[in-house]
């Protein structure tokens, strides 16, 4: 397994930008997926997929974000990126970074987050309206 550390996370205003770097350490890191779960509501609620990406480079992104998030990764790094663009307030949350290796399409990925073993602490960002 890999382990995972958020960062990039803050407060920003609405319309504003961001980029979140996920970083690894351990395993062989060009063989894992990569997921960005946020957590909006604390503990309780659910972790929803917003963006994934695959090792062989496809992605997917929920309607919600598309068109404003861009996922990317820099293997020589160990690092993910999620850059967000036209912030909103629906965007507060706390945001996660999970990697596996890749057992379905990228789209499903993005929901079966039962499957992910490795998980970073994640990074809180705020969108002031």
């Known amino acids: 397994e890999v382990q995972l550390v958020e960062s990039g996370g803050g407060s920003v205003q609405a319309g504003g930008s961001l980029r979140l770097a996920c970083v690894a350490s351990?395993?062989?890191?060009?063989?894992?997926?990569i997921g960005w779960f946020r957590q909006p509501q604390g503990e309780e609620e659910e972790r929803l997929g917003i963006?994934?990406?695959?090792?062989?480079?496809?992605?997917w992104y929920s309607n919600s974000v598309k068109g404003r998030l861009t996922i990317s990764r820099d293997n020589a790094k160990n690092t993910v990126y999620l850059q967000m663009n036209n912030l909103n307030a629906d965007d507060t949350s706390v945001y996660y970074c999970?990697?596996?290796?890749?057992?379905?399409?990228?789209?499903?990925?993005?929901?079966?987050?039962?499957?992910?073993?490795?998980w970073g602490p994640g990074t809180q960002v705020t969108v002031s309206s």
């Open positions: 999970a990697a596996e290796l890749p057992f379905t399409t990228v789209h499903s990925m993005c929901v079966m987050t039962w499957r992910y073993n490795s």
């Open positions: 351990g395993g062989n890191w060009e063989d894992y997926a």
């Open positions: 963006s994934c990406l695959s090792t062989d480079g496809s992605t």
